[in-house]
């Protein structure tokens, strides 16, 4: 990204517990996955850790394949490795928000969280919050598997939740200033909905040319991002509109 998001300055006024837990549990998650080097209790030769790994993404992450009912089981990425067996799929529709590839594919997914999420969660109320962060990953997930109907490769990383949180963002709280730093190096104070909109522009730009460009191909579910953006901004609306009927303030809201 050329742009990394920092602080909001709007004023919280209470705890953001549900999104700083969704980031624990992300964090956690990750320190547990035999990716990391923390989890010793994985096999340490290569073949084995590679394995582990393989069956790891498998069995928590969502395959396009398995969603559209097309197969029952897709098989392991790396033929020397066995199949998984007993895997429910719409549990891992799930299960795929919280697993991540690397250190730094989770570092920046948190960071988007923790600098949006805290926002949003205090502006719709907390319940609201976990029910969007949840239902926009999974209309992402969904959005690329019917991109990529055929694909075998599991999709893992919450970043199609975190985008609809970015959707929903622009919608109840465009008028905030995030502290962003421009090509990593020079602090701005930009308007929130210059922040997220250009995040979707060009999340939105990458998708099309990895999807139109021939060799272009990228390992980045750009379309994720892009349906998560898009169901939050319509989730954002629905609770504008719901404040509207029943009288109530976005800040009176739980």
């Known amino acids: 990204m050329a742009a990394l998001p920092l602080n909001d300055d709007y004023p919280v006024r209470r705890a953001p517990v549900i999104a700083f837990g969704l ?28 394995c582990a790994i393989d069956d790891y993404f498998m069995r928590w992450g969502a395959i396009p394949d398995e969603m559209l009912g097309r197969t029952d089981l897709a098989g392991p990425l790396m033929p020397e490795c066995g199949g998984i067996e007993g895997k429910s799929v719409w549990f891992s529709v799930l299960s795929s928000m919280f697993l991540h590839a690397g250190p730094m594919h989770l570092l920046g997914n948190m960071v988007y969280l923790f ?38 490769v599991p999709m893992v990383g919450a970043s199609g939740a975190i985008s609809g949180v970015l959707g929903a963002y622009l919608v109840v709280q465009f008028r905030s200033r995030v502290t962003t730093l421009v090509f990593g190096v020079i602090p701005m104070r930009l308007p929130g909905w210059a922040v997220v909109g250009s995040y979707f522009a ?53």
């Open 23 to 50: 980031i624990a549990v992300n964090v956690l998650v990750y320190l547990v996955s035999p990716q990391a080097a923390t989890a010793v209790w994985y096999p340490v030769d290569m073949v084995g850790r590679f």
């Open 115 to 152: 600098v949006f999420g805290p926002v949003v969660e205090d502006r719709i109320g907390k319940l609201r919050f976990l029910g969007l962060y949840l239902g926009t990953g999974v209309v992402a997930a969904y959005g690329f598997a019917l991109v990529d109907a055929d694909g075998t």
């Open 202 to 254: 060009l999340q939105y730009l990458l998708y099309v040319t990895s999807s139109t460009a021939p060799g272009a191909g990228s390992n980045v579910a750009y379309a994720a991002h892009v349906y998560g953006f898009v169901a939050g901004v319509l989730a954002g609306l629905v609770v504008y509109r719901l404040r509207w009927r029943s009288g109530t303030r976005l800040s009176d809201v739980y």
